[in-house]
């Protein structure tokens, strides 16, 4: 799987971004899909996770409530929806996937990852 995200750029505080994630290769439906990011100096950190099916999704506690993680099968791409940024938020934000939505939250649990897409936060 070849993943390709986008969207990323310079925001203010309060405002909202969306990123995409292209997913070309193998089929985008039989992987469970997640987004991490990676702040300057600091590790690479689970941001959201969705299931193969889009039934399921969790977040990590930092981002629960202001983003979403959603797929759209029919375009082999997954979003995420970054409402009301903060400038902490301010990171490179990775697309991955991953064959097992129970592994999809660890760096190491992920198979294949994309280029990041730099989003900044302005206070």
């Known amino acids: 799987v070849q993943l390709q995200a986008f969207g990323g750029g310079l925001v203010q505080a309060g405002g909202s971004l969306r990123l995409s994630c292209a997913a070309s290769?193998?089929?985008?439906?039989?992987?469970?899909m997640a987004w991490f990011r990676q702040a300057p100096g600091k590790e690479r950190e689970f941001v959201a996770r969705?299931?193969?099916?889009?039934?399921?999704?969790s977040y990590a506690d930092s981002v629960k409530g202001r983003f979403t993680i959603s797929r759209d099968v029919a375009k082999n791409t997954v979003y995420l929806q970054m409402n009301s940024l903060k400038p902490e938020d301010t990171a490179v934000y990775y697309c991955?996937?991953?064959?097992?939505?129970?592994?999809?939250?660890?760096?190491?649990?992920?198979?294949?990852w994309g280029k990041g897409t730099q989003v900044t936060v302005s206070s």
């Open positions: 969705i299931s193969r099916s889009g039934g399921s999704a």
């Open positions: 290769g193998r089929t985008f439906s039989s992987y469970a």
């Open positions: 991955a996937a991953d064959n097992n939505y129970a592994s999809a939250s660890t760096t190491s649990g992920m198979d294949y």
